[in-house]
């Protein structure tokens, strides 16, 4: 993946105090489709843009009518086939990652289980993909990270609420491990890494 100081530096500042974002979704995928590479704007969007597919999957899954936002890789027309060849034909179309084909078909045996939330599987599953297959370092470390800040945020909610914290934190690496072992109020992460 290329270098891209100039596209960075010309990105609006983030503030807490911000109450709007400087910049929409849809205003930086055109920045990014005009200033990428071909190679990085297709590695972009796979898993970028992919992230927002898996929600739209679960929208889907939920309510076929359901409104879906725009901002994904894959149009509506292209989700419900997924959810069709998937659901009714027991096959992975391999235009899509596999694990959203396993999750649309595996969604109507796990929706009314008690302790599913099938916005968090899919976004661990999302992360795991990511993390797995993008042949970019810079790419599986961000997800890698989103995905022990998605624990440490479920594992204080998990406390809050005096549930098990291992039965909701995903994964197998060392942030999860503490997590799921230290019953400091930091999780002892501070020696983590």
């Known amino acids: 993946m290329g270098n891209y100081y100039c596209m960075m530096a010309g990105l609006p500042d983030i503030d807490l105090a911000d109450t709007q974002p400087g910049i929409t979704f849809e ?12 190679g990085d704007a297709k590695l972009v969007g796979s898993y970028l843009y992919l992230r927002q ?4 999957l679960v929208r889907l899954l939920k309510d076929p009518d359901a409104e879906i936002d725009f901002f994904g890789n894959f149009s509506l027309e292209q989700l419900r086939d997924l959810i069709t060849s998937a659901t009714e034909l027991n096959f992975n179309v391999h235009r899509y990652p596999a694990f959203m084909s396993i999750f649309a078909r595996e969604y109507r ?27 970019n370092k810079f790419i599986r470390e961000w997800n890698s990270l989103n995905l022990d800040i998605t624990n440490i ?34 999780f002892d992460l501070t020696h983590c890494g």
């Open 153 to 186: 945020l479920t594992a204080m909610l998990a406390r809050k609420q005096g549930w098990s914290v291992a039965d909701f934190i995903k994964g197998d690496g060392e942030v999860q491990e503490m997590i799921r072992e230290n019953k400091t109020k930091d």
């Open 27 to 38: 205003e930086l995928r055109e920045q990014c489709e005009e200033q990428l590479s071909p």
């Open 53 to 56: 597919d898996c929600k739209n």
């Open 109 to 135: 045996y796990n929706k009314d289980v008690q302790g599913y939330f099938p916005e968090d599987e899919i976004l661990y599953q999302f992360y795991n993909y990511a993390i797995e297959t993008c042949p």
